[in-house]
């Protein structure tokens, strides 16, 4: 038996013993939060939107290797109160990400933990298929599934990811994420993250980038902190970015009967263009869509972006 702890806001599912209503910030309206164990007794979170809706096929949402589920609150939003039809849409933290507890052992942040953790997840919500929204380590964790459990898939989203992961991309992610301090307020933070991903991003405003920080960062009493733990970025230390990293084409290639559609920032330092036309020579099913003026990765905040990704869960499942 798990135990709930009601609050005005929201419902917390299982929570840890240490876990209180005024610990957990509250869930948007509409939505959810459910608190599990991992098999090795690691707290995991996601946030579930739309539950109610049971007739179309839930979306379940992984962000990328420092980000959590706040990243999917607009498409959320939107796939389960505003689409036709609306749907379920689950909203995951890995471990050491967001409102999900941290690994006493930096090692067991990899990609087959974090799929395995999202298993366990999908379990305890009974979701035994469903369309994924996988943005950058959430495509790699995709591309696991393939051999894991590739009939849970849908259909597929690789927002600004592919077989090939560009490593000077990667270098300019762990160089900001080494250096994403804390600091005194959201707002500073948001000054920081403007100074960082403006070439990303240029058409940000004011409102974006502190829309932006607040994803990225969570409050604290004193200061506004990472929203991750910093233990996780250990394993760039084992990697050479100075030489091409290691291809997954044939964990792509597996995807070749999934419905998949691709998002590219045009600005992506992650995703080269000439990736996406391999990728479509590999699965010429592929739907593949640029994001004019954003980098790596796409926000999913445009509505237009949005109708797109609607559109392809509404063609796999032969709605519309």
Same mark, same amino acid.
């Given at each position: 038996?798990?135990?709930?702890?009601?609050?005005?806001?929201?419902?917390?599912?299982?929570?840890?013993?240490?876990?209180?209503?005024?610990?957990?910030?509250?869930?948007?309206?509409?939505?959810?939060?459910?608190?599990?164990?991992?098999?090795?007794?690691?707290?995991?979170?996601?946030?579930?939107?739309?539950?109610?809706?049971?007739?179309?096929?839930?979306? *379940?949402?992984?962000? #990328?290797?420092?980000?959590? @589920?706040? !990243?999917?609150?607009?498409?959320?939003?939107?796939?389960? $109160? &505003? %689409?036709?039809?609306?749907?379920?849409?689950?909203? *995951?933290?890995?471990? #050491?990400?967001?409102?999900? @507890?941290? !690994?006493?052992?930096?090692?067991?942040?990899?990609?087959? $933990? &974090? %799929?395995?953790?999202?298993?366990?997840?999908?379990?305890?919500?009974?979701?035994?298929?469903?369309?994924?929204?996988?943005?950058?380590?959430?495509?790699?964790?995709?591309?696991?599934?393939? %051999?894991?459990?590739?009939?849970?898939?849908?259909?597929?989203?690789?927002?600004?990811?592919?077989?090939?992961?560009?490593?000077?991309?990667?270098?300019?992610?762990?160089?900001?994420?080494?250096?994403?301090?804390?600091?005194?307020?959201?707002?500073?933070?948001?000054?920081?993250?403007?100074?960082?991903?403006?070439?990303?991003?240029?058409?940000?405003?004011?409102?974006?980038?502190?829309?932006?920080?607040?994803?990225?960062?969570?409050?604290?009493?004193?200061?506004?902190?990472?929203?991750?733990?910093?233990?996780?970025?250990?394993?760039?230390?084992?990697?050479?970015?100075?030489?091409?990293?290691?291809?997954?084409?044939?964990?792509?290639?597996?995807?070749?009967?999934?419905?998949?559609?691709?998002?590219?920032?045009?600005?992506?330092?992650?995703?080269?263009?000439?990736?996406?036309?391999?990728?479509?020579?590999?699965?010429?099913?592929?739907?593949?869509?640029?994001?004019?003026?954003?980098?790596?990765?796409?926000?999913?905040?445009?509505?237009?972006?949005?109708?797109?990704?609607?559109?392809?869960?509404?063609?796999?499942?032969?709605?519309?």
């Amino acid at each position: 038996m798990t135990d709930e702890v009601e609050s005005p806001t929201n419902t917390v599912d299982g929570a840890d013993e240490a876990a209180t209503p005024a610990d957990v910030p509250a869930a948007p309206p509409g939505a959810r939060d459910v608190f599990l164990h991992a098999q090795d007794g690691v707290k995991l979170h996601a946030r579930v939107y739309g539950e109610e809706h049971h007739h179309a096929i839930p979306v *379940v949402c992984l962000p #990328g290797l420092t980000r959590n @589920g706040k !990243d999917f609150h607009d498409i959320a939003a939107y796939l389960s $109160q &505003e %689409a036709n039809p609306a749907r379920k849409v689950v909203c *995951v933290d890995y471990r #050491g990400r967001g409102l999900s @507890g941290a !690994d006493s052992d930096w090692k067991n942040y990899t990609i087959l $933990q &974090e %799929a395995n953790d999202l298993l366990t997840t999908l379990a305890r919500l009974n979701i035994e298929h469903a369309h994924f929204i996988g943005t950058s380590r959430g495509g790699l964790i995709l591309f696991a599934l393939t %051999a894991i459990r590739p009939g849970i898939m849908k259909s597929v989203v690789l927002n600004d990811i592919g077989p090939v992961v560009e490593a000077g991309g990667l270098a300019r992610i762990k160089s900001y994420s080494d250096n994403m301090l804390p600091q005194n307020t959201i707002e500073d933070a948001a000054a920081y993250m403007q100074t960082v991903h403006n070439q990303q991003f240029p058409r940000l405003d004011s409102d974006g980038w502190l829309k932006l920080a607040r994803q990225l960062y969570v409050q604290g009493k004193k200061r506004a902190e990472p929203d991750y733990d910093k233990k996780l970025l250990k394993s760039f230390d084992y990697l050479d970015l100075s030489q091409p990293l290691p291809t997954v084409w044939p964990q792509f290639a597996a995807l070749k009967q999934v419905p998949t559609l691709v998002l590219r920032g045009e600005r992506s330092d992650i995703l080269a263009k000439s990736t996406v036309e391999q990728m479509k020579e590999v699965h010429p099913d592929m739907v593949a869509k640029t994001i004019k003026d954003e980098g790596h990765a796409p926000l999913l905040w445009d509505r237009s972006t949005q109708d797109v990704i609607l559109e392809h869960c509404n063609k796999a499942e032969g709605i519309g």
